[in-house]
């Protein structure tokens, strides 16, 4: 059985740019750095950029994103960063819990989420998705 995520790799094509990007936009906290990549905190969550010469150079069409956890006290110095576009946003908020839809510099789509699993179950559970089925959680 899966314990748990163990670590995030992000493949990135320029690592100053990238660990700029993640420590002093998001907040992440730096560990380690080399030549050709970082290690970081993001929470208790361990993330690593990767400089690789194939990382993509734009977003993809795909919903597929990495949502990181943030407090309600956060959500406005981010949406000023979205204000001065400093950072890019990629899709408006649509389901329950705040969130904001942004992009990192290579085109990685991240969403900054206020609330967890409990809180949108519960929401769901008022208008479920077609064919739902609820587990115990």
């Known amino acids: 059985m899966i314990l748990g995520l163990n670590h995030l790799t992000l493949s990135v094509s320029n690592l ?15 560990v380690a750095k080399w030549k050709r990549g970082a290690y970081l905190l993001a929470g208790d969550l361990w993330l690593c950029l990767s400089l ?6 734009s977003p993809l069409k795909e919903y597929t994103h990495i949502s990181f956890s943030i407090s309600n006290e956060k959500l ?8 001065s576009n400093i950072i890019q946003q990629w899709q408006e908020n649509t389901s329950e ?3 904001l839809y942004i992009i990192d510099p290579d085109g990685h789509k991240l969403e900054l989420h206020i609330g967890d699993l409990r809180s949108r179950i519960e929401a769901i559970k008022k208008a479920p998705y077609e064919e739902m089925e609820f587990f115990e959680l």
């Open 16 to 30: 100053e740019k990238s660990f700029e990007f993640y420590t002093k936009i998001l907040g992440c906290q730096p």
């Open 97 to 99: 819990g705040t969130s």
């Open 52 to 57: 690789d010469k194939n990382t993509r150079t």
């Open 76 to 83: 406005q110095h981010y949406r000023n960063y979205l204000k």
